[in-house]
Structures are given as C-alpha cells and as structure tokens.
Nanobody, 113 residues
C-alpha cells in the first residue's frame, strides 16, 4: 500500500514537495516513481528512481523536479520547484516490483497563474 501526501495549491514559480510512504516489503529490485494525470489527459510518467538511486526524469520537468528515495523509511519524494500552470494534475506514486505495479492514492497539485 502506498500513501501519498503533500499536494496543494501554489502560485506559478512556487514549490511543493510530495511524499509517498510504502507499507509492506519493498525489495531491492524495485522502482519507485511519480506519475501525473491532468484533466482530460492520460496518466504520464514524471520521474522514477531505483532502489540504488538511479533516476529518470522526463524532459518537461527536468531541472525543476527532483526525485529522491529513502529505502530505510520506504519513502519516495518529489521536490517540485518553479512550478508552472501546466504542472497542474493529480500526482500518483508508484512502486514496481516483482512484476507488479502498486499505485498510491492521488494527490492534487494545482498551480495558479
């Protein structure tokens, strides 16, 4: 089970930090990440991080968003800076391990212009 938190309303140029905590076992062969779904659009990848810290960040947020992971606490975080109105979406955390995808509850991020 994944529990996300940290969404909210922020003005353009502002920052938010999302966090997601996993319950149960998180294996060393696992990838945690964040996806988002804007109104009327499909869910899309934002960033992922492996157990050993290798990251993948999509170009649209590169340089503004940073993903991090604390294996001891079984958490993944997304630091979002220089937010833009187009970043408005419901953000979902994800855990991929043993061939299974686990999704957290969504947390709404709204960026006003």
């Amino acid at each position: 089970q994944l529990q996300a938190s940290g969404g909210g309303l922020v003005q353009a140029g502002g920052s938010l930090r999302l966090s997601c905590a996993a319950s149960g076992t998180v294996f060393s062969i696992s990838v945690m990440g964040w996806y988002r779904q804007a109104p009327g659009k499909q869910r899309e990848l934002v960033a992922t991080i492996t157990y050993y810290g290798y990251t993948n960040v999509v170009n649209s947020v590169k340089g503004r968003f940073t993903i991090s992971r604390d294996n001891a606490k079984k958490t993944v975080s997304l630091q979002m800076n220089s937010l833009k109105p187009e970043d408005t979406a419901v953000y979902y955390c994800n855990l991929l391990q043993q061939g299974l995808n686990y999704w957290g509850n969504g947390t709404l991020v709204t960026v006003s212009s």
